[in-house]
């Protein structure tokens, strides 16, 4: 490629289906023109920030991009694209446990940065790309890893709960104090 020529970057031709079957609304498409000069020469390095998939937010009822892990969870559970959706329903999940959880996530905490300054954020997000070729459990337990979520089926529902952080806290430092004799 020379200088002042027209270069066009994309992995693939669009299907010549593509708006025929309403595009592909589930995945990111990328396609750029650059017009190569004596400072933009080879192969370029293109970094994207990307919002993910809209979920279904049921305190709400809004479909919209969301940083909530119970949401999101939410979602991979019902997918029957990427998820569980093929062995689990909304009428399988205890909707008052999924909202509180959710509602746990978005607080806003106060704490302090590494170099002490105070910041203000939500409990919990989530921001995980699904790109691998993983099991359904697998990526089940990294999402519920995040947020320190586990589920319980009581009345035949499915429940949703995180182990609260000054739990998990006390616990750790009880275990630091106890000491091992051989």
């Known amino acids: ?34 017009i190569v000069t004596s400072e933009l020469n080879g192969n370029p390095s293109v970094e994207c920030v990307v919002k993910g998939k809209k979920v279904l937010d049921t305190r709400t009822g809004e479909v919209k991009y969301s940083t909530n892990p119970a949401m ?46 105070t910041e203000e954020a939500k409990r919990y997000e989530l921001n995980m790309v699904i790109d691998q070729e993983k099991t359904a459990l697998t990526w089940l337990q990294e999402i519920m890893a995040n947020f320190g979520a586990y589920m319980v089926i009581s009345g035949g529902k499915i429940k949703l709960k995180i182990e609260p952080f000054f739990i998990r806290t006390r616990f750790l430092l009880r275990f630091k104090k106890m000491r091992i004799y051989t």
């Open 72 to 117: 999101c969870l939410r979602d991979f559970m019902l997918s029957k694209r990427y998820g569980l959706g093929r062995w689990f329903s909304s009428d399988d999940l205890d909707e008052d446990s999924w909202n509180e959880a959710a509602d746990y996530c978005d607080e806003v905490i106060t704490f302090r940065n590494s170099d002490g300054s």
């Open 1 to 34: 490629v020379t200088g002042g020529t027209n270069y066009t970057f994309h992995d693939c031709e669009i299907p010549v289906n593509y708006m025929d079957v309403g595009g592909y609304p589930n995945m990111a498409w990328l396609d750029m023109t650059f």
